[in-house]
C-alpha cells in the first residue's frame, strides 16, 4: 500500500481534558499496538466537543459533529473506547453512535455506504461490570452502520465487583488486557488492508 | 393520605421544546392515566436543560442538573420515557441515569437511601426496536439507585421493523398500548402508596 | 401475618447435581439472610430437571415444568440465581424465563395475573462480566410476568476482567457482596409482607 | 477458488421439526441468496439435537454437540438464526453459544483458533421486539469465539409491538428484509473469499 493505514480512537469518557482518563490509557495501548503495525494514529476525546443531539450528520448552528465527522471518514480503522457506567456505554458513546445513524442514509459517487470498507475496534472499561453487553452494543451499531468487525475485536478490563480500582490507576498492563490488545490490533490492521485493496460492493 | 401521590414524566426525547416529541405523547398518556388516580403530574423534558457530563449530583458551573434533582427528589413516582435510538435508550436517557448514579451514596438524616420509597415507570418508543431490551436497562439502573419496580410497569410501542411510523402520527392510542398504560399506572399507583404509608427501614 | 412468608430460589446453573455451583452458594446465601426475617426457604435447581422447550405452562410429555411451576405458584419471594456464559444469563435461565412467559396469559379467578403480589430478586454469578446486563433482563422479564422488583434488589458478583477465580472458591463473602445481599433481603421482605396484606387489584 | 464458500445456518427456534418455524424461513432466504453467490448451503435445527448443558466441546454421554461442531468446522459462512422470546435470544441459541465457547481454547496445529477466517451472519425474528439487542450479543459472542462480522451483517424482523403476526405467517418478504438480506449475503461472501484467500495470522 501506497499510504499507512490510519486509526482513529473515539474516546468516550465523560471527563473533559484535560482530566486523567482509563478510556484514554486503553485506547492509547491498542493505537500503540496499531502503530507497530504502520497504522498513524489519531485521537479525539469526544466530551470536549460540542456535539447536538439528533440523528442528523449536521444539527446546524453549534453542531461540531461535522469536524469530527470528517476524521472518521478518513480513518480505515475506528477504536471506540467507552467507559462503563451503570452498567451501559457512557451517554458520549451514546451520542457518537446516533450521530453515526446518519451514515445510514450516506453514500459515495457509486452508491456504496460512506462506512463500508472500513473497520471497527470496540474498548471498554470501568470499575464496575458491563464490557461484554456494552462491546455487543457497539459491535451491532458499529455494523449496522457498515463497518466490519475482526475476530475477537474487543479489548476490557473490569475490576472485581464493587470495588473502586480504575484502569489507569493500575501499575501494570494485565496479561489478558494485553493479549487481547495484540490480537485485536493485529486482526484489525490484516482485515482493514484487506478491504482496502478490495472492497465491498455497493449494495 | 393527606397530599396526593405526585408524579414526575422525565422525557428523554433528544428533540429541545417546542418539536413534537412521541416519548412526550406516550409520556403523556401515562401521567393521565396516573392522574385518573388521583396523583398530581409534572414534566421534564430533559434535553432543554444543561446536563453536565458526570456522576456526581453537582457536577458545578452551568450544571443544571440540581434543579432537576430537586424535582425527582419531590416524585412519589418517576416516569422515566426514552426513545429508541440504534436499539438504545437515547444520549439523553443515559445521562439522566448517570447523574441519578450519584444518588447511590446520598442518605437521608436516618441513613436511608434517597430514593427509597419511589416508584418507577418504564416507557419506550421507537420507530426501530429495543423497547424490552432499554425497559431492562431502566429497570436495573433504577432499582439500583433505589427505585422500586411495580408489576407490568413499562410501556412501549415500535413499530414493524425497519418503517418508519412514529408513535406521535398514528390516529389513536393502540388497544395494547392503552391496556398497559392503565395497568402500569393502577399498579404505580398501589405500590407508592403502600410505600409511602409503610416504607423500607435504612440498610 | 399467619403463615410465614416463603421463598424459592430458582438456581440456573449448567451444572447438574451433586457438582459444586457457585450460584447455588450465592443464592444460598441470599435465602439464609431472607430466613433471618423468618421467610421459609425452598429451592429448584433447574437443569436437574428436563424442561421442554416452548412458551406454555405444560409442552405435554416428558415435560418436568408443571411440577416446577406448582412451587413458583406458592412463593411469595423469588430468587432467580444466574451464572453468566459469555456475558449472557445460561441456557438453562432463559427456559425457565421462557416457561414462565406462559404465565401472561394466565389469572386467578379473580382476573388478577398469578404472579402479581410476587417479589422477585436477581442473582448473578460468574468469572467474567455481565451482571449489570442480566440483572436487567431479569427484571425486565420477571416484571413484565407479574412480579415486582425491590428497590437494591440484585445481588451479584464477578471477579476481574478475564481471570477465572469462581466465587465458591473465595474464602470469605465479600463485605459489599454481604452488604447487598442484606439489603436485598430485608427489601423484598418488606415489599412481600405489604403485597400479601394489601395486592394489587385485577387489570 | 477450487471449492465452493459453504454456509451453516443454525436454525435456535424452540419447535422441533416438523413444526412450521419463522426463523427457519427467514435463515431459509438468507441461504438462498447466499447460494446465488455460489455458496454451498446446510442447515442444522438445533432443538432436534440433544445438545448438553455445559461449555467443553464435548460434554460425554448422550451429547449431541460434538457432530454439530465438526458441520460449523466445516462451514466458511455461520448463519446463525434466533427467535426473540421475552425480548432475548432463545435458550436453544443461548445453548449453542455456551458450547462454542469452547472454542477459545481450540487451536489448529499451527496455533490458530479454530474459529478464525469464519464470517457469521446474525438473523433475528419474533413477534415481539428485541431484534437490535439480540444481534449485539450475537456478534459479541461470535467475535469473541473468532468469527468476522460484515457489514451490516444482520437480517431480522419483527411485527409492530404486542401483535401476534408471525414471520412466517406474511405473504409476502417484507421489501426492507429483502434488501437487508441481499446486502449481508453479498457482504458475507465478499469478506468469507478475502479471508479465505488470505486468512488471519495465529496469535
Redesign the interface.
Known amino acids: 500500500m501506497d499510504t499507512p493505514l490510519t486509526a482513529l480512537m473515539i474516546n468516550c469518557t465523560?471527563?473533559?481534558s484535560p482530566q486523567d482518563s482509563s478510556s484514554d490509557v486503553l485506547g492509547g495501548q491498542i493505537l500503540t499496538a496499531l502503530a507497530s503495525h504502520g497504522v498513524s494514529p489519531a485521537t479525539i476525546r469526544a466530551?470536549d466537543h460540542s456535539i447536538s443531539?439528533?440523528?442528523q450528520k449536521d444539527m446546524g448552528a453549534g453542531d461540531e459533529w461535522p469536524a469530527l465527522r470528517e476524521q472518521v471518514l478518513k480513518a480505515d480503522i475506528i477504536v471506540f473506547v467507552t467507559p462503563t457506567?451503570?452498567?451501559?456505554?457512557?451517554?458520549?458513546a451514546?451520542?457518537v453512535?446516533?450521530r453515526l445513524?446518519a451514515e445510514l442514509s450516506e453514500t459515495d459517487a457509486d452508491g456504496k455506504?460512506t462506512?463500508?470498507?472500513k473497520v471497527a475496534v470496540a474498548a471498554v472499561v470501568g470499575n464496575?461490570?458491563?464490557?461484554?453487553?456494552i462491546?455487543?452494543?457497539?459491535?451491532?451499531?458499529l455494523?449496522?452502520v457498515?463497518?466490519?468487525?475482526?475476530?475477537?475485536?474487543?479489548v476490557?478490563?473490569?475490576?472485581?465487583?464493587?470495588?473502586g480500582t480504575d484502569y489507569k490507576d493500575l501499575h501494570e498492563v494485565?496479561e489478558?488486557?494485553a493479549?487481547?490488545t495484540?490480537?485485536a490490533a493485529?486482526?484489525a490492521v490484516?482485515?482493514a488492508a484487506?478491504?482496502r485493496e478490495?472492497g465491498?460492493?455497493a449494495?
Open positions: 465523560l471527563k473533559p466530551v443531539p439528533g440523528v457506567w451503570l452498567g451501559q456505554h457512557s451517554s458520549v451514546q451520542r453512535l446516533e445513524d455506504p462506512l463500508f470498507d464496575e461490570d458491563g464490557a461484554h453487553h462491546t455487543g452494543i457497539l459491535f451491532q451499531a455494523s449496522d457498515g463497518f466490519t468487525v475482526p475476530a475477537q475485536a474487543s476490557y478490563w473490569n475490576g472485581e465487583a464493587m470495588h494485565p489478558k488486557v493479549q487481547s495484540t490480537t493485529a486482526n490484516h482485515l484487506l478491504l478490495s465491498y460492493t449494495p
